[in-house]
């Protein structure tokens, strides 16, 4: 035992000693991804960062695209150690999907990060509260209706009531996918009532004049530019978006009197799985940071901060 003990002793020290003789490991070296994005065969606009190892897992409504390069900057820059954030701008039917799935493909590609934070219209907000899938929400931006045509306005489009020309193609949100079809047609009823809703979601649909989308935000433009649309109600951030990026895009302003508001809000999921980082996230979209970039992009304020 003790010829052991001894043997044992000077195998440990030589360990010692010979780790002391190693360099001390570099640091390893930050991944810079090789890039393969070849429009349009093999690009995803709307899945940002890298969802195998995030501290931060962020899905909001994807008509706020335009806004989450300056946002997530800004949010970085107040919080460095939250540094692997992964975030998805698709819309929010879609998200909804995917978060009860447990996952999402997109072509031969499978996602399956969940979310720590939810940001959606409040209508899309309510139905997860109800399904217990995000704890109480809170209100951090607004926007309003407006109409994506070709520069120059060729069609002479001036109102919602033109979207029911027969010969207006329409590009239209589809309500199995997308929230916003639904304030779409609210609107259409407040413009032209019945009658202008079915002809554009029913008669013009089956003549092939209305063309239904299921990421708006991406082909409403795209269809114009393609010549595949004439117009295409969006939110107001997403035409001036197409403008202030000098797209061949023009917006045409609805009047208060036919126009829908919606109201964004955010909410922690239940299960959050980085919970510090997500009040980190939801703190910071209460500030005026936050709330100045949004309204740089178009969005109107929330309703309790138009109160103060």
């Known amino acids: 035992m003790r010829r052991m003990s001894l043997l044992n002793m000077l195998a440990l020290v030589a360990v010692l000693l010979a780790s002391r003789a190693l360099p001390a490991a570099a640091a390893p070296r930050p991944i810079t991804p090789f890039d ?22 962020v899905f909001m409504a994807g008509n706020q695209f335009m806004v989450m390069n300056a946002l997530m900057a800004a949010f970085h820059k107040a919080h460095p150690e939250i540094s692997r954030i992964f975030y998805e701008t698709l819309p929010p039917g879609i998200v909804a999907r995917q978060m009860r799935a447990g996952g999402i493909r997109m072509g031969n590609l499978v996602v399956t990060a969940q979310p720590d934070v939810f940001l959606s219209g409040k209508r899309r907000m309510r139905v997860m509260q109800r399904e217990g899938l995000v704890a109480a929400p809170f209100a951090y931006a607004t926007n309003v209706l407006a109409i994506e045509v070709k520069a120059g306005n060729p069609l002479h489009i001036e109102s919602l009531r033109d979207l029911g020309r027969p010969g207006v193609r329409v590009s239209m949100p589809n309500p199995a996918w997308e929230g916003v079809a639904m304030q779409i047609e609210r609107a259409y009823r407040k413009a032209g009532g019945e009658a202008l809703v079915h002809t554009i979601m029913v008669t013009k649909r089956a003549a092939g004049t209305t063309l239904l989308t299921k990421i708006h935000h991406r082909q409403t433009p795209l269809y114009i530019m393609d010549g595949k649309a004439d117009a295409g109600p969006v939110w107001i951030s997403e035409a001036l978006y197409q ?18 508001g919606a109201v964004y809000e955010a909410a922690m999921v239940t299960k959050v799985r980085h919970r510090t980082a997500a009040q980190d996230f939801l703190n910071f979209m209460k500030t005026p940071t936050a709330r100045a970039i949004y309204r740089s992009y178009g969005f109107g304020q929330p309703p309790a901060a138009r109160k103060e």
């Open 243 to 260: 403008e202030r990026i000098h797209n061949p895009i023009a917006m045409v302003a609805i009047p208060a009197a036919d126009n829908v």
């Open 36 to 57: 393969f994005t070849v429009p349009p065969v093999d690009q995803i606009l709307d899945l940002h960062g890298d969802p195998s190892d995030p501290n931060l897992v």
